[in-house]
C-alpha cells in the first residue's frame, strides 16, 4: 500500500477548515519553506512571495511568524500523524506475514522509508518537539489512544506461538519506535545523507528481535 506523503495530508487537512483561500496559501507555502530553510531562516516576506500574498496578508491572519508555526504544528498532532499511524495500522493487519521476524522488518522498513521520504516536514516537528518536549506528550497521548486496540490484535499470534515476549503492546510498540527514532533523529536532523534503509534495519531488526525475545 502506497502510503500518502505529509505534504499532501497537511493540504488535505487545511482544505477541511474554515480557512480562506489565502490563508491555506500562506499555511501551505510555510509548510513547504520552512521544510527547505528551516524556521529560523525562514522570513514572513519570503512566506508572503511564495504564497502570493502580501506580507500584510500574513500578520493580519497569522499574527507572528510563531502563529505560523503554531498553526502548522496543531493538525500534525491532532489529524496528520494519526492518520499516517492508522494507514500503516490498515497495511499491516491486510499483510500476512510468516512470523514476527518477517513482520518487524517489515514495519521497520516500511516506517524508515517514509520518513526519509518526508524527512524534510520530519525534521520540522524534530525541531520543534526538542525546543518544547510537550508536543511529543501531546502526540504520544493522542497515538496510544489510536494504536491499542490495533497492535494489540496484531502481536497476538505472536505471543501465542512463543515468537513475541508477553508484554502490554505498548510496551513493545514504545520499545520499538524508540530504537527506530534513535536512528531516525541524528540522521534527520544532522545529516544530508540518505540513510542506509536495508543496512539500518538489520541493525535494528537484530537488537529488537533479541529484545523481545521470550525469556525461557
Known sequence: ?????????????????????????????????????????????????????????????????????????????????????????????????????????????DRMVYAMDNRQEMKIFIQEMVKDPSIMTSLTKRLSKLLQSGVDSLFREYKERGELVDWDSMRIVRMASGVIVGYLIPNIIMSDTPLDIDKTTDEVCEFLLDGLKPRN
Open 1 to 109: 500500500m502506497k502510503h500518502t506523503d505529509v505534504e499532501t495530508l497537511f493540504a488535505n487537512n487545511i482544505k477541511t477548515t474554515s480557512l480562506s483561500a489565502k490563508q491555506r496559501k500562506v499555511l501551505q507555502a510555510s509548510l513547504t519553506l520552512f521544510a527547505q530553510k528551516g524556521y529560523e531562516n525562514t522570513s514572513t516576506l519570503d512566506i508572503a512571495h511564495l504564497a502570493g500574498v502580501s506580507e500584510g496578508t500574513v500578520f493580519k491572519h497569522f499574527k507572528t511568524k510563531d502563529g505560523l508555526r503554531q498553526a502548522i504544528l496543531k493538525p500534525f498532532i491532532h489529524d496528520i500523524f494519526p492518520k499516517v499511524a492508522g494507514e500503516f495500522l490498515v497495511t499491516l493487519h491486510q499483510n500476512p506475514f510468516e512470523n514476527f521476524e518477517s513482520f518487524l522488518r517489515y514495519a521497520v522498513k
